[in-house]
């Protein structure tokens, strides 16, 4: 019996003359052909939530016809899970929300299964939040959600140390957030008894004895004003602590070097902008790049009503992303000598207000990265503009 070998990766789809099919495991998006010309039947495809918990994890499996199989549970255990897993028939595809866990179980879980896919909760919620509500339920919820093809899937890097490294962004930014909730705190406790100053004012412990001049001479109030300044110290050493690192693992990426050559972009923004977008070719075009980023437009129309134009609200954005690069856009505006100033003030020549060019700024500054990691080149500024007219909104008004 002669056998025909038709590779896909580092498995093979075996092939006989006498029409029998041998399937790789993990090869499912594929046709045999037996000799009479007919396809071979496709195997029944088996989707999987997963409701994860610290303690315990409950699944539910349904088919291609949306017939629950399959109920589990099991600890929230890479082992336990990947029997469980074992146990459904291929082709299996499991689905679980984003969460603190997604990471680790993406990551682990993957060799398992045929494909994962690591949802927002948020969307999940707003479909199926009627009818009963507990673990079984919500895994079979989302099961059929999957299924449907109604879920919204969340990227998550596969290498490992581009995972430590977000994480790592991710808690400076977290450690940023600290220190200006207690500079806050510090600021709301000076205005209590009528000292009004900014952050800047007590940065410098040197400088704080001026501030202990303008309070009251009461023991209590300058113990506690001593205790919010030794929490805001703490911080800020925090800050610096986690920084140092961040830009020493920076200096590791070829892209990040790269990426600080533009104006207003430097190690914190060029780091934040490569793990949170972690591949170019996730985005099929600026306009998708920009919305995910908090930057882009998304269109409102309805009957003969106007067509209107607005900016996502902050919930279905990138946060962090957009305020990377609306910082970025400032500081390069206020910077002058680029071609970036020169767009804002072009744009506000044409009667464009300083909210939209600033904006139209920071998508100008997106495009030029996302295209410098896509071909690999270095910033060129004559490149900056080219084609940008035809992307970005003219009409002044439109753009809130």
Known sequence: MRQVNLAFGENHLKIYENGASLWPVGYIDCVAINPDGKEAPMKREHFIGADTHCKETELAVVTEAGRLTKR??????????????????????????EGPMADWLYRNLLPFVDGITVCEPRRNHLIAKGGDHDDPVDAEKLAQLFRGGYVKAVHHPESFARSVF???????????????????????????????VQESAFVDPQDRSTLLDRLPKNRVVRSDLALLWS??????????????ELIRLARREPQIRRFTKLPGVKWIRASTFFVCIDTPWRFKSKSALWRYMGIGLVRWHSGNGPERLRVPPPVEVNRILKAMILGAAESAIRTQDNPFADQHRRWIKQGRSPRNSRRSVARSLAAVMWGMWKNGSAYRPEQVGVAMEACTVTTPGKDR
């Open 231 to 244: 929490g805001y110290d703490l911080a800020a050493e925090q800050v610096a602590q986690v920084r140092r």
């Open 72 to 97: 589990f549970r099991c600890p929230t255990t890479i082992p336990a899970l990947a029997e469980v897993l074992k146990a459904v028939p291929r082709p299996r595809r499991l689905a679980f929300e």
């Open 166 to 196: 977000k994480h790592h962004v991710g808690l400076y930014h977290d450690r940023v957030g600290h220190r200006v909730e207690e500079a806050n705190r510090i600021m709301a406790f000076l205005r209590r008894y009528g000292v009004f």
